[in-house]
């Protein structure tokens, strides 16, 4: 597979007459960007704000956080398969994408935001704002100060507020929403066919080096088929699909240009810009081959099941030649055990494994890091259990569509690795925290 | 898996999590069939003397006997 | 502070120089400066600290007469007011081991904080493993010198009033507190080289190491079920329709609720409901609630004569998400009810 990567950073997004990136700056038209989404029925309201590195902004309400990436002169589509789009093989060619900033849509929906001020959810919690949606208070992005943990804090997001009609179930809420953030990226992409990326990068996977080792990237994701049906849109999708089946087997470069995408629980950005993945894709033919993705999906009901899966992303990783494995998951629970499974799978047959993964609560010592410990989870890489210290008052909330709950301006309380709680969700690595032992 | 690890000693493989105790695929005759095998391989469980995590899985053919203690 | 710490050091019978097995009943006692052993220990401290008095103890003593044991030990340290405690090293022997670890778990009570020496399997640190600083040692006599060389650092740092570092980084056995911290480079990049020196079959080091849940003796088998009370838990939040005392769906904290099963030969899905949310309970709710917890097979076996009766409650709790000490508390008072109701046996169904 051979790709090349255009990028082309953003340092500042401005409002103005016409929508362009010029040297750095994206200029957006908003009318005209929100017309077509407005144009949409089941969608009431929508509006375009900024939040910007190192401003006294919160952001909540995320849906979807994406990327702007599209193909040049290609008839394949970024994000392939969602709304629509072609399911064409992505990966080669030339992609350009908008770099340091991303889209975000941020839902207001008062029947799912209901509760106001501060509540206590769980008994053995503090307070915490918008508790309607169960784990909302999760979500959000501080921009700066000692809570500007995530990625995000240090893109200028574009804001899509937006509030959909009432009673629209999981898919329908999903397509639309999607459709939405994929319109708008797919038109600030757009801005940057015929211009030159100031920036380049080649990805040549092509050849492997017979003397190096190889490394598949091996991910887990959980699907909401038992819930929403097979056929949903609703979570997160390969090549469109979001069904629980059986592993994927995807190049790197397919996942640069989109298609692995969420949205509602995760969010697509960080597929587009998995560290693993551009990590490993860069000691290409220098430390290691990087032979692929494999892509497991989870939430299998059945223990058999599990291990059927995990013994096929095994069987997969050992046709395609492997001696490593680095796996992740994305929601505890039961599904830390289908990852477990495909890490027992990969050692069996030989390869070597390193699990990356948050850890639950230590409740002081008392809880073990993880749910289950087989004697085969041999190599850990552990992300931390989410902030113990609160996050800091702003001076400015965005996500709603007529003001936010006072709440959301204040000082919010830790949110830590309890099982579910999670607002870091360092599922691939990106950041430096973590646990040690003491 | 994991209640073994965990340290329970007497442990009954049950079918999915979605339906524990039987399921929903089969006729209701054969569920509740598949259900009583499951509770009986329960039965065995308490009384068979275990020094480490155990795992019990219930009979593939129907039980004709009721299980007895002695 | 500066200037050297003032030590007592701890021993046994044998390394005290008191006598072999046949002296394990000694009293402790109490002698000024160094002793066997702690004479190595004070050429490895050299003038950073100071062994002031040795605590000696018999094995067998120490650990059944230990009030006694305690109250000696606390008169040594109002005596020879020391900065720190060192016990050790107790290689892999149970006893001496259980000893160290007591004895240090009495200083520090008396704020001094103390540091012992043994191997990572001595019953000592598996017993008190939480409340220690350990140093790990092999079962070789042969290795002392490298023990009480890495016993110094850490007896220093403790007696100088100072905040010890990970358990990695000092060189004590993990106590099982996990903490966060910042590494110097980004989970993906650790991840990368750790997968490379796998694959070369380079040392690494993993960032989690395996911790057994306590682990229980097995109860004995039931001896006569069909004279045996058999009591239901479920795990899978089973409540009446309606759910009318609101059991949460997840990270429950309290006592699970108990639920009369009098005379009832099934659960319906017209009657009761599955509010667990860590998994789908459609197919619970529409088909069959005893997938859930299986009374209509128990009832069966009940009225065969199988099973002497079902206890006419059952317990009811989420499992979704619980925290381990809830999982703790709440078993242990489910236990404590049941085992005062007199019944023989449980049937527990997990999701």
């Given at each position: ?62 849906h979807d956080i994406l990327e702007p990436r599209i193909k040049v002169e290609s008839p ?363 | ?70 | ?72 030990l606390e008169d040594a340290i109002t005596r020879f007011k020391p900065d720190v405690l ?237 925290a381990v000490r809830a999982a703790r508390s709440i078993g242990e008072g489910i236990a ?16």
């Open positions: 597979m051979h790709l090349e990567m255009g990028t082309f950073p953003v340092k500042n997004i401005v409002f103005g007459s016409r929508t362009r990136w010029d040297d750095g700056v994206l200029e957006l038209d908003a009318d005209e960007l929100l017309g077509p989404i407005l144009a949409e029925p089941s969608i009431e309201t929508a509006m375009l704000e900024i939040g910007k590195p190192g401003e006294s902004t919160r952001i909540i309400n995320y394949a589509m970024t994000y392939p398969g969602r709304c629509g789009r072609p399911a064409d093989t992505v990966g080669s060619g030339r992609t350009h994408r908008l770099g340091g900033m991303t889209i975000m849509t941020c839902v207001d929906d008062p029947n799912v935001w209901a509760a106001r001020g501060w509540s206590v959810d769980q008994k053995d919690d503090v307070p915490r704002p918008g508790r309607g949606k169960p784990w909302s208070w999760q979500r959000f992005v501080d921009m700066s100060g000692s809570g500007a943990l995530l990625p995000y804090a240090s893109t200028n997001n574009l804001c899509l507020v937006l509030r959909p009609n009432a009673g629209l179930d999981a898919g329908n809420s999903s397509n639309i929403l999607q459709s939405a953030i994929l319109s708008l990226s797919d038109k600030l992409a757009e801005t940057t066919l015929g211009l030159t990326p100031p920036e380049v990068e080649v990805f040549d996977l092509t050849e492997k080096d017979p003397s190096l080792p190889g490394v598949v990237l091996s991910c887990h994701l959980a699907s909401q088929e038992a819930r929403v049906g097979p056929r949903s849109a609703h979570g997160t999708a390969i090549y469109g699909v979001t069904r629980l089946s059986a592993p994927w087997v995807l190049g790197p470069t397919e996942m640069m240009d989109g298609a692995v995408t969420a949205g509602a629980a995760h969010v697509t950005w960080p597929f587009t810009n998995n560290p693993i993945m551009l990590g490993l894709a860069r000691r290409h033919g220098k430390t290691l081959n990087f032979l692929g993705c494999i892509i497991g999906r989870t939430n299998w009901g059945a223990e058999e099941e599990m291990r059927l899966a995990g013994n096929r992303a095994a069987e997969a990783a050992r046709l395609m030649g492997a001696s490593g494995a680095i796996v992740t998951n994305d929601v505890r629970g039961r599904r830390f055990v289908d990852s477990i499974s495909a890490i027992q799978a990969y050692e069996r047959v030989g390869i070597k494994t390193v699990f990356v993964t948050e850890e639950e609560d230590n409740e002081d010592g008392n809880a073990p890091p993880f749910l289950y410990h087989p004697a085969e989870m041999v190599g850990v890489v552990s992300t931390g259990t989410g902030r113990m210290d609160p996050f800091p008052s702003v001076d400015r909330v965005i996500g709603g569509v007529d003001g936010v709950d006072p709440a959301w301006y204040l000082e919010q309380p830790y949110i830590q690795g309890r099982y579910g709680a999670a607002h870091v969700r360092d599922h691939y690595g990106i950041g430096q925290q973590s646990c040690i032992d003491y | 898996m994991i209640p073994l690890s965990v340290g329970a000693h007497r442990v009954v493989q049950g079918i999915s999590v979605e339906h524990v105790c039987g399921e929903p695929e089969l006729s209701v005759e054969r569920d509740h069939d598949l259900m009583m095998r499951i509770t009986q391989a329960a039965l065995t469980a308490l009384v068979t003397k275990v020094d480490a995590p155990t795992l019990f899985e219930p009979s593939d053919e129907p039980m004709k006997e009721a299980v007895h203690a002695s | 502070m500066a200037g050297p710490v003032r030590i007592i050091h701890y021993l046994n019978q044998f390394f005290g120089g008191v006598g072999g097995e046949e002296k394990a009943n000694a009293p402790v006692e109490a002698r000024e400066g160094p002793v066997g052993p702690g004479r190595a220990l004070q050429l490895a401290l050299g003038d950073q600290g100071t062994v002031v008095a040795t605590v000696i103890g018999g094995d067998n003593y120490v650990v059944e007469e230990q009030s006694t044991a305690v109250e000696a060192v016990a050790g090293p107790a290689f892999d022997a149970g006893r001496y081991g259980l000893a160290c670890a007591l004895m240090c778990q009495a200083a520090q009570a008396k704020g001094v904080p103390s540091v012992a020496a043994m191997h990572p399997e001595n019953t000592g640190v598996l017993t008190l493993r939480k409340e220690l600083v350990v140093v790990s040692t092999g079962t070789e006599l042969a290795e002392m010198q490298s023990i009480l060389a890495r016993v110094v650092p850490l007896a220093v740092k403790l007696g100088q009033g100072q905040e010890l570092g990970p358990a990695l980084e000092e060189g004590y056995l993990p106590r099982g507190f996990r903490r966060q911290v910042i590494r110097e480079n980004t989970g993906a990049e650790r991840a990368i080289d750790m997968v490379e020196a796998r694959m070369a079959g380079r040392p690494f080091e993993s960032e989690v190491f395996r911790r057994d849940f306590d682990l229980v003796q097995a109860p004995p088998p039931v001896p006569d079920l069909s004279r045996a009370t058999l009591a239901l838990i479920s795990s899978g939040g089973l409540v009446p329709k309606g759910n009318p005392d609101r059991l949460e769906s997840g990270r429950t904290t309290e006592l699970a609720h108990k639920y009369s099963i009098a005379g009832l030969k099934e659960f319906t899905v017209e009657d009761w409901e599955c509010i667990h949310t860590g998994f789908h309970a459609g197919i619970v709710n529409a088909r069959d609630t005893n997938y859930v917890l299986p009374l209509r097979s128990m009832r069966e076996l009940e009225k065969r004569g199988d099973i002497g009766e079902i206890y006419p409650l059952f317990y009811s709790t989420a499992g979704n998400g619980m404590r009810e049941l085992k005062e109701a007199k019944v023989d046996g449980v049937v527990l169904v997990a999701t």
